[in-house]
């Protein structure tokens, strides 16, 4: 298998809402950002399928060592030989790689956040910084849709947090804010329980209502020389925002069940952005 075969393999088996908007770019930009989305998944997957600390620890430190060859000339993971070629032309930089392994190494070192500044923190790391890259990867041409992109990036980390809570807690992680927790007087220990309530379907309304806003912010940001460029972003918006009108919907039943849509509805709504260009 070549190192392009690889990355390919690993990005549609991930059955990502990403991946359908790559499928719309032209070649070289589909094969950086598969790329690059498959480096994303390797040291995500560290995380979440290792289950020894210390493991995911030396796999992490690993990958740190693997980003520093690569840069040096001496790629040796597949993903890196796949990315490495291509890193040049769409300015991706190691220190982009390594923010986003500080956010994996965030998840084995923290499981709670106290507030939502420090949520902020590590969606940077994990969310922010592969929407800069993306940006690029789609062809950027203005420096405020790097602000829009860092936006679009939390909005979309965001209503992964919303999605994922149930399956987050299975692992021992709470994403929600501690303060917002109290704020709408529910304990970690019903999420852990999977326990519904009133209390807490208004928290995950609060956390809806602000990940809609930042959408709308991250559009307003976008200017319009870089909205035919930034369609793939917009498709991935579309998808997103989508699922989390879904969840809505479904009165936040994210403790028991993991909601998501169909990849053909997925396709359409991608399909939908690439014909009319807006979300």
Aim: hydrophobic share 45%; aromatic share 10%; proline share 4%.
């Amino acid at each position: 298998m070549t190192p392009e075969q690889y990355v390919q393999q690993k990005a549609a088996a991930s059955g990502s809402s990403f991946y359908y908007a790559f499928l719309f770019l032209a070649r070289p930009r589909r094969a950086a950002i598969t790329a690059f989305y498959a480096f994303c998944r390797e040291v995500d997957d560290v995380v979440d399928e290792v289950t020894d600390p210390g493991v995911a620890q030396t796999k992490l430190a690993w990958w740190r060592s693997e980003v520093a060859q690569a840069y040096d000339g001496r790629p040796s993971h597949p993903v890196m030989k796949a990315l490495m070629p291509l890193a040049p032309a769409y300015g991706i930089e190691a220190r982009q790689l390594l923010a986003v392994i500080d956010g994996c190494q965030m998840d084995l070192e923290q499981t709670r956040y106290l507030d939502y500044p420090g949520l902020q923190r590590y969606c940077h790391l994990v969310a922010g910084v592969v929407g800069e890259v993306a940006a690029r990867i789609f062809g950027q041409t203005q420096p405020q849709t790097t602000e829009y992109a860092h936006t679009l990036g939390l909005a979309f980390q965001l209503t992964n947090i919303i999605r994922d809570v149930g399956e987050d807690a299975m692992r021992g992680r709470i994403y929600l804010p501690m303060s917002e927790l109290q704020q709408f007087d529910v304990k970690a220990h019903e999420i852990l329980k999977r326990t519904y309530s009133d209390r807490f379907t208004a928290l995950m309304k609060f956390q809806a209502d602000r990940a809609h806003a930042l959408y709308d912010k991250a559009f307003a940001l976008l200017p319009d020389a870089d909205r035919r460029s930034q369609k793939a972003g917009l498709m991935m918006a579309s998808i997103y925002r989508t699922l989390l009108s879904e969840i809505e919907r479904d009165n936040f039943q994210v403790l028991h069940q993991r909601v998501s849509l169909t990849p053909l509805r997925k396709l359409w709504l991608a399909w939908q952005v690439q014909a009319l260009g807006r979300v």
